[in-house]
């Protein structure tokens, strides 16, 4: 069984103090700080570069999962393993070289993830399961933060489980959209077992969101 990790999205965080958001993020015990870089062109918004993931680095020891909303993904890879990230997700929608792309995340040393928007079938990332750590699988359509859960895309969940199961692979499902303290047991159930988390984490006392989510999934 793959471990539950919380991911909590700096998307929703202060922008203006990154050091003290991550800091306080790890003292909540969450496993992973996701870092959303949004282009402008994949999605409508824009976010970070490269440069403000590696002048977080110093000052976290979380696992920073970067989640590249970007087209082109193959041609920023490098950059953000050097800026510090220890996880980096790429978009099946994003590239018509997906197998490459992946490729090159493993040979910078850095570990791969792939993403499915909620209308990509589970059918487009069959044939790169093997290369993967991780799956991601959006639970709202990529752009903006504060968008409800759609439940319907837990079918894609428990498709992967079974993939998993039947190719004997041991990559971790993430999910990312509209996780609370509710959404997060449905997630679960499904057979995900990392979960991002921004407005839910970063609308009140983080410490206490982050561990009503904790809570879920052990209850």
Known sequence: MNSYKIAPSILSADY???ESELKKLEATGAEYAHIDIMDGHFVPNISFGAGVVASMRPHSKLAFDCHLMVSNPEHHIEEFAR???DIISIHAEATSHIHGALQKIRAAGVKASVVIN???PVEAVKNVLNLVDQVLVMTVNPGFGGQAFLP?????????VVLREVNQLGFDIEVDGGIDNETIRVAKEAGANVFVAGSYVFKDDVAHQVHTLKEALHD
Do not use: I
């Not at 319907?152 to 992967?160: A, F, G, I, Y």
């Open 16 to 18: 203006a103090n990154f």
């Open 83 to 85: 800026a510090g990230a």
């Open 118 to 120: 909620p209308g990509t």
């Open 152 to 160: 319907e895309t837990m079918d894609k969940v428990r498709e992967l």
